[in-house]
């Protein structure tokens, strides 16, 4: 069974940093993608960032320049690098993957779909002070 565990969350000050980590458990093979989400109370959740296997990432305009995305393969965990942060950027961030389908259905190239993923983890709380 795969599982998704983020950390990394917490408080700080804007202009200051943190990084967010996923630890992927319990899958090993195959073409995946795996992206962030954030979400506040009585809003959308918002894709953030993806990373594909084949390594094509995408960010999301509102926080390029800022945030990156990367994966550590051999440690099976995917990086969210937030830098700059912003009140904004005050948010639960969910790492969520999918497995197969094209990069397009990941949201590689416009951004990923909630409902395109299957596995999603539990979320870490990002608080940004202004």
């Known amino acids: 069974r795969v599982q998704l565990v983020e950390s990394g969350g917490g408080a700080v000050n804007s202009g200051e940093s943190l990084r967010l980590s996923c630890e992927v458990s319990?899958?090993?093979?195959?073409?995946?993608?795996l992206a962030w989400f954030r979400q506040v109370p009585e809003k959308e959740r918002e894709g953030v960032a993806v990373y594909v296997s084949d390594a094509a990432t995408y960010i999301a305009d509102s926080v390029k320049d800022r945030f990156a995305i990367s994966a550590d393969n051999a440690k099976n965990t995917h990086y969210l690098q937030m830098n700059s942060l912003k009140y904004e950027d005050t948010a639960t961030y969910y790492c969520?993957?999918?497995?197969?389908?094209?990069?397009?259905?990941?949201?590689?190239?416009?951004?990923?779909?909630?409902?395109?993923?299957?596995?999603w983890g539990r979320g870490t709380q990002v608080t940004v002070s202004s």
């Open positions: 319990g899958y090993t093979f195959g073409t995946y993608c």
């Open positions: 969520a993957a999918r497995f197969g389908g094209s990069g397009s259905v990941c949201g590689v190239h416009s951004g990923p779909s909630a409902r395109e993923y299957i596995v």
